[in-house]
């Protein structure tokens, strides 16, 4: 894929995992125009979840999107989760994540937890495909268990992540390794406070060149 077709794949996932309201449903129809660029293994699923969007009733939708991604730990979207669960650990790996943004002159409102998954997206999308990209392979593992787990909850927005992961290389041998051991563990538990990174309240961000930027929502960790 190209630098430009990245840039749309990304921010059109991006755009579908935020909450869904009506700014979400009115860019239905650019981000549809857009995916149709798109290889097949990106575009196909990313035009499933556009059309399951613009043809369920949005209280349905906004319903379906809480259960999914407020009540289950395998679900949610904040990829440090994966890895460190509610531990000590995360609290200095999202500090990395803010300082990789820095170096790149990303600079989050302080109400943003900086490895929510469309805020990594957008990144990648927006300011620096390779440094955006790397970041998600950090945490390919996360990315992948959060992938099976919305397919094994037939959640409609598995579409978006087989639409991401199709952008990043096949899992190698360890990574599979670490996808099996997270299936079987989950989330490392130690109930800790991670200030100053509290509960994020996702807000609009400013408009991209050519998709707008998403409206996030935070989802329980």
């Known amino acids: 894929m190209n630098r430009d077709q990245l840039t749309i794949a990304w921010q059109s996932a991006s755009l579908l995992l935020g909450y869904p309201d ?4 009115g860019q239905l129809d650019m981000i549809r125009s857009a995916s149709r660029a798109l290889p097949s293994a990106v575009g196909a699923p990313i035009l499933g979840v556009v059309h399951h969007l ?17 009540t289950r730990r395998r679900c ?4 440090t989760y994966f890895a460190h669960g509610d531990t000590r650990k995360r609290g200095m790996a999202l500090l ?8 790149s002159g990303f600079l989050l ?8 998954l469309c805020v990594v997206l957008e990144f990648a999308a ?9 970041l998600m392979l950090d945490h390919r593992a996360g990315l992948e268990l959060l992938r099976l787990s919305l397919r094994d909850a037939q959640s409609p927005w598995a579409g978006v992540l087989d639409a991401v992961t199709a952008t990043l290389p096949a ?3 360890d990574q599979t390794d670490a996808v099996r051991r997270l299936a079987a563990a989950g989330p490392p538990e130690e109930e800790v406070g ?7 309240q996702f807000s609009p961000s400013a408009s991209a060149a050519d998709l707008p930027m998403p409206t996030f929502r935070g989802a329980r960790a």
Do not use: M, W
Request: aromatic share 10%; charged share 25%.
């Open 194 to 200: 991670l200030a100053p990174f509290a509960q994020p």
């Open 76 to 79: 949610n979207l904040f990829l």
């Open 109 to 116: 409102d302080e109400s943003e937890l900086p490895d929510h």
């Open 171 to 173: 899992l190698r041998g």
């Open 54 to 70: 613009g043809t369920t009733p949005l209280t349905h939708l906004q319903a379906d999107y809480v259960e999914t991604f407020d």
């Open 126 to 134: 927006t300011i620096d495909q390779q440094v955006g990209r790397e």
């Open 96 to 103: 990395r994540f803010k300082q990789t943004y820095l170096r």
């Open 22 to 25: 009506e700014t979400v449903l």
